[in-house]
Nanobody
Framework: VQLQASGGGLVQAGGSLTLSCAASRRIFSINTMAWYRQAPGKQRELVAAITNGGTTNYADSVKGRFTISRDNSKNTVYLQMNSLKPEDTAVYYC?????????WGQGTQVTVSS
């Protein structure tokens, strides 16, 4: 079973995108969910996380620009990305925090042009 992220695309700097990720109830209901990203030549990094209760945490690089949310009735986690910068270009993935290794999906590509 994999987590499939969607909603990526090509956007100009300053633009916005919303990513979504539908998960199985098994992983979604008992875990903090998170968004990660991996840029070319770099390690995968944690971008944002949200607990079952709605407490959020963000990487310093995206604070004030990205918003993570979850719909527990739909087992779906979202990432609203505003004021996008070229350095946000990466493949974005969702997973639990801590990660469930078997659940990594292919991710969704976000490309921000300058």
């Amino acid at each position: 079973v994999q987590l499939q992220a969607s909603g990526g695309g090509l956007v100009q700097a300053g633009g916005s995108l919303t990513l979504s990720c539908a998960a199985s109830r098994r992983i979604f209901s008992i875990n903090t969910m998170a968004w990660y990203r991996q840029a070319p030549g770099k390690q995968r990094e944690l971008v944002a996380a949200i607990t079952n209760g709605g407490t959020t945490n963000y990487a310093d690089s995206v604070k004030g620009r990205f918003t993570i949310s979850r719909d527990n009735s739909k087992n779906t986690v979202y990432l609203q990305m505003n004021s996008l910068k070229p350095e946000d270009t990466a493949v974005y993935y969702c997973n639990a925090l801590p990660v469930w290794e078997a659940y990594w999906g292919q991710g969704t590509q976000v490309t921000v042009s300058s």
